[in-house]
């Protein structure tokens, strides 16, 4: 079955940029999006089809896509910013079968 | 846009359960739902995606078998059901809302539920 591929952490201080990958062969064809997770909260849509900000996240959030690989980019994270991301995208069988990467542990300290 | 989900439930292995997620503030049969599992302590796993208009259900090969998806477009509620739970079902389950509308190819996940606790344990 089909597989997203993200690192398991990305630690940065505050105010660097932190950047979380995500692969998968039917990348090149089919969107990206992100979804940010705080401990005991539902996730929230921070990018969709790989690079637009859903309005009310911050400008720091930005998105792009190479390839066989999507990333999430966090200009001058803050430490809300800490959290789990995920990223998703559907499968190339014309069913759009949906799939969530294994997740990021963002630690901003 | 907002969609509610139903309580938290325990139940024992082998009993049946329907869980449910009210969608309001949109046009409910025009979008994709899609269903989310999150086992204790671990990542997002895609259950499968549904069309309200239609009840046209795709499941992830992971869950095809053991779960059904449906709605209930009249009242603008999905569902999310089991015949025979195992202890392993237990975790969090979110419905969400796909962006664009119904038929074009489901978008990202914009709207989500407030996740409904399943707990199975004998």
């Known amino acids: 079955s089909y597989e997203l591929t993200q690192p398991p952490s990305v630690s940065v201080s505050p105010g660097q940029t932190a950047r979380i990958t995500c692969s998968g062969d039917?990348?090149?064809?089919?969107?990206a999006s992100w979804y940010q997770q705080k401990s005991g909260q539902a996730p929230v849509l921070v990018i969709s089809?790989?690079?637009k900000r859903p309005s009310g996240i911050p400008e720091r959030f930005s998105g792009s896509s190479s390839g066989t690989m999507a990333t999430l980019i966090i200009s001058g994270a803050q430490v809300e910013d800490e959290a789990d991301y995920y990223c998703?995208?559907?499968?190339?069988?014309?069913?759009?079968?949906?799939?969530f990467g294994g997740g990021t542990k963002l630690t901003v300290l | 846009v907002q969609l509610v989900q139903s309580r938290a439930e325990v139940k024992k292995p082998g009993e049946s359960l329907r869980i449910s997620c009210k969608g309001s503030g949109y046009n409910f049969p025009t979008y994709w739902i899609t269903w989310v599992r999150q086992m204790p302590g671990k990542g997002l796993e895609w259950m499968g995606r549904?069309?309200?208009?239609?009840?046209?259900?795709i499941y992830s090969p992971s869950f095809q078998g053991h779960v059904t998806i449906s709605a209930d477009k009249s009242i603008s509620t999905a569902y999310l059901q089991w015949s025979s739970l195992k202890a392993s079902d237990t975790g969090i389950y979110y419905c969400a809302r796909h962006e664009g509308v119904v038929p074009s190819p489901p978008g990202g996940l914009d709207s989500w539920g407030q996740g409904t606790l399943v707990t199975v344990s004998s």
């Open positions: 549904l069309d309200p208009s239609h009840s046209y259900t």
């Open positions: 998703y995208s559907t499968d190339s069988s014309g069913y759009h079968r949906g799939v």
């Open positions: 089809e790989d690079s």
């Open positions: 039917a990348l090149p064809k089919k969107y």
